[in-house]
């Protein structure tokens, strides 16, 4: 253990290299101006100049799931950290890890009200695993390196550090080895192992249903890629249907034919009555969100479950369990499959080959089936014709979203393969997130080809990062379904709220190609079917961040749908069921977009 003195700045450039930070996401301000000066006399920490702080956050965000590693933000005191706060409760919805180094006023002006003060920890409290104001400079290292532990232990998530700019000027020690006496001597220490007899007790649940299903979440994704191996090899071997939630996809390949598809408001007509339906259900790392659940009391009314979390407050909140199993899913699922083994354990063949039959009557609706058209796009098509192009180009490919009806459209129609290739705010459901998120995944992967799906309400939420990736040079294409609405709100307010459309028309829109152009960026445009495929070859193909205008069918709505309320066996499966359902608006009232 090595033992230095320096300033404050120069303490949080060592501990952030000690922690293996490469990029962080920031914007300058005054009381940040010493740290600022100490990073532009050192070399190996990025720096990327963001336009607007919540984009710091949402591109940290998507550094961090499209790595598995902590995401770092940096931005000033008073309204550079609260410009954070949307991002923040963002990633503490989603389990994101995020270190947010906020700049505070001097420590003798706290409390006084001054120019740019906000009292962030408070402000933050609610929405970080945990935060800290640094009072001595002396404990700044020792700080810095429990905020990047608790950000990614246990179920991970944002931690803010607040620290005041006499801090930052100050002369302290810093001490190396502060980055693992941390961990051993911090009194959070989430449970990684598993209580063997909650397992045995699921294996034996599992080996004698009848109608099994495996509903994988987010948590599978957070344990990482050997997890999600360790996932697919358990359902594979057990020969049980899978469904996956929103922040789930991915974990289990899309491709395989024990997929049901996404479950949920919009999952798919199989995936939701097997829900329903089953007797055994296996929630790995998922934490029964209503989105899923619909009507609680007739959530999966007949299903013995057993839910993996590594988060004690998620068991038995929404859903009372069966078997509770505290623990990460990646050991939670060594030990299952190893208990598996040893028993030699199988389902019951006749009972699951009758269940799939009852999943392949269910499957023949064809739930996400549409009316193409050669007159307009459907937004299904251009999405089915942007993920097809992208295999063309043999890259590695991410997709963010943005959030509304081309969320859902993305969800329904992008296929993955692979975990960590799907971002999209699924706990706060923020629009915004898309854009800035998908400049994080490609400061992370150069190389790759990051596609961000957005809708043109959405876009307009962040669309200033124009700037950042091209001073950057991060070539995200951005693909806007342009249907001139708040799409999803103008579908609710079509189904629930007798077509009137309250504040959700955009008629005034800015042309998005010219205003690519005025950043430099390539700007591109598709009006009509035949169009789409030139213009997202053109895309791909070019070295420069890309802003498509997809011109979409403004009339198409999102289905399968489970009005919020409802219950999965309730599931509309287009506009037919939409009219003749008696629910109507009473279905989703108090529920918001
Ligand atoms: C920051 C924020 N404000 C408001 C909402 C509520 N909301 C949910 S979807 C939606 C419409 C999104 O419109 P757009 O981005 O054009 O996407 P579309 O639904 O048309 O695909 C709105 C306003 C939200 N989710 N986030």
């Known amino acids: 253990m090595s033992t230095k003195e320096m300033t404050g700045s120069e303490i949080i450039i060592e501990a952030l290299k000690d922690q293996g930070v490469d990029v962080m996401f920031g914007l300058p301000g005054g009381v940040l101006l010493p740290l600022y000066d100490a990073l532009f006399k050192q070399n190996g920490l990025r720096h990327i100049l963001v336009k607007h702080e919540q984009a710091a956050v949402h591109a940290a965000e998507g550094y961090a799931r499209s790595t598995g590693k902590v995401g770092t933000v940096l931005v000033t005191s008073g309204p550079g950290a609260t410009n954070t706060v949307t991002g923040l409760v963002d990633a503490m919805m989603d389990s994101v890890p995020l270190v947010c180094l906020t700049g505070q006023v001097p420590s003798s002006l706290i409390g006084n009200d001054a120019f740019q003060e906000a009292d962030i920890t408070g402000i933050t409290r609610a929405c970080t695993k945990h935060n800290y104001l640094v009072k001595d400079v002396n404990d700044l290292g020792r700080v810095l ?37 941390v961990v051993e001597h911090k ?73 049901l598809g996404m479950m949920g408001m919009h999952g798919t007509y199989e995936a939701n009555l097997a829900m329903h339906d089953c007797d055994v259900m296996i929630n790995i790392g998922a934490r029964f969100d209503d989105r899923v659940t619909g009507r609680l009391d007739a959530f999966s009314p007949d299903s013995k479950k057993i839910h993996v979390d590594i988060d004690p407050s998620s068991i038995n909140k929404n859903i009372i369990v069966d078997v509770p199993i505290i623990g990460d899913v990646g050991h939670v699922l060594e030990d299952m499959i190893k208990v598996w083994k040893a028993e030699q354990a199988q389902i019951d063949a006749d009972a699951l080959t009758s269940w799939w039959k009852e999943i392949a009557d269910w499957r023949s609706k064809e739930s996400l089936k549409y009316t193409n058209s050669n007159k307009i796009i459907k937004p299904q098509y251009a999405l089915e014709r942007i993920r097809d192009l992208a295999l063309e180009t043999k890259k590695d490919t991410y997709y963010t979203t943005e959030v509304g009806q081309h969320q859902m459209w993305a969800a329904q129609y992008l296929n993955f393969d692979k975990p960590k290739r799907w971002l999209t705010s699924g706990g706060l459901g923020t629009m915004g997130y898309g854009f800035p998120s998908a400049m994080g995944v490609q400061t992370a992967h150069p190389d790759a080809l990051v596609v961000a799906i957005a809708g043109d309400g959405s876009f307009q939420m962040n669309l200033q990062e124009i700037a950042t990736l091209m001073a950057y040079r991060l070539p995200v294409k951005c693909f806007i379904l342009n249907n001139h609405c708040l799409g999803m709100v103008r579908q609710w307010q079509e189904m629930f709220h007798g077509e009137r459309y309250s504040e959700s028309l955009l008629d005034v829109q800015p042309d998005f ?77 108090g529920v918001l977009v």
Do not use: W
Request: net charge negative.
């Open 145 to 181: 390196h429990e905020a990047y532990y608790l950000a990614r232990s246990g179920r991970p998530g944002p931690v803010l550090v607040d620290i005041p700019k006499d801090i930052l000027q100050a002369t302290g020690t810093y001490r190396s080895g502060d980055k693992t006496t």
């Open 187 to 259: 009194s959070y220490k989430p449970q990684v192992k598993a209580d063997m007899t909650a397992i045995k007790e699921a294996v034996a649940l599992i080996k004698g249903a009848k109608k099994p299903l495996f509903y994988g979440g987010g948590g599978i994704v957070n344990s990482g890629d050997a997890a999600c191996t360790l996932f697919s090899q358990f359902v594979k071997m057990t020969g049980i249907p899978c469904t996956l939630t929103l922040m789930g996809l991915g974990a289990f390949p899309g491709s395989d034919d024990q997929f």
């Open 513 to 589: 190609v010219k205003l690519a152009e005025a950043y430099g960026a390539l700007g591109l445009r598709a009006t009509l079917p035949g169009e789409l495929d030139d213009v997202i070859r053109q895309a791909y193909a070019s070295d420069l961040p890309t802003i498509v205008d997809v011109r979409t069918d403004a009339s198409e709505n999102v289905f399968p749908m489970i009005p919020s309320g409802a219950a999965h066996n309730e599931i509309l499966l287009g506009p037919e069921d939409s009219e003749s359902s008696e629910n109507g608006g009473s279905l989703e009232s």
